[in-house]
């Protein structure tokens, strides 16, 4: 009998997680790369939480959340979220916005936040159907 999936934060990275986690960001973007060393970086810090779906045991999907304390309260950002391609409309992500949305409402962040491209707009139904609302706003990025 299969398991209900279930939202984890990671705080150890197998070698059998490290393989999933590389076919994700494959997934997530075609310029990310996969550093194992960066992984556990990012899983043993204290701002950033990578959370998984996994089901039956495999990570199916996965986000990050990243907090920090401002002068104006906690803000949290909602980063990298990709499910498995055979895995898609299932609802796994949704687990993990929703996890995503009790930590935050847990920890009073004062808000959370995500950026999505306007080509994603089934990602952007799934994020607007669990409570996040479109901002006026304009993304500038610098990169060194």
């Known amino acids: 009998m299969a398991e209900s ?22 997934q997530l973007s075609s ?3 996969f550093e194992r060393t960066r ?4 899983v043993a810090h204290d701002a950033t939480e990578l959370l998984v779906t996994r089901l039956n045991g495999q990570i199916v999907a996965m ?15 909602v980063e990298d979220v990709v499910t498995d391609a055979s895995a898609r409309g299932q609802g796994f992500a ?3 916005l929703t996890a995503m949305i009790d930590i935050a409402v847990a920890r009073g962040f004062r808000s959370l936040e995500l950026t999505s491209r ?3 707009q089934a990602a952007q139904r799934l994020y607007e159907s669990v409570g ?10 610098f990169t060194p």
């Open 118 to 120: 306007p080509s994603r």
């Open 63 to 77: 986000a990050t959340l990243v907090s920090f304390p401002l002068p104006t309260g906690i803000r949290g950002f």
């Open 94 to 96: 949704r687990l993990l």
């Open 31 to 33: 310029s990310a790369t």
């Open 132 to 141: 996040f609302v479109r901002r006026e706003t304009n993304v500038l990025r």
């Open 5 to 26: 999936p279930r939202v984890e934060t990671l705080a150890v990275l197998t070698d059998v997680d490290a393989a999933a986690i590389d076919r994700l960001l494959s």
């Open 39 to 42: 992984i556990e970086s990012m």
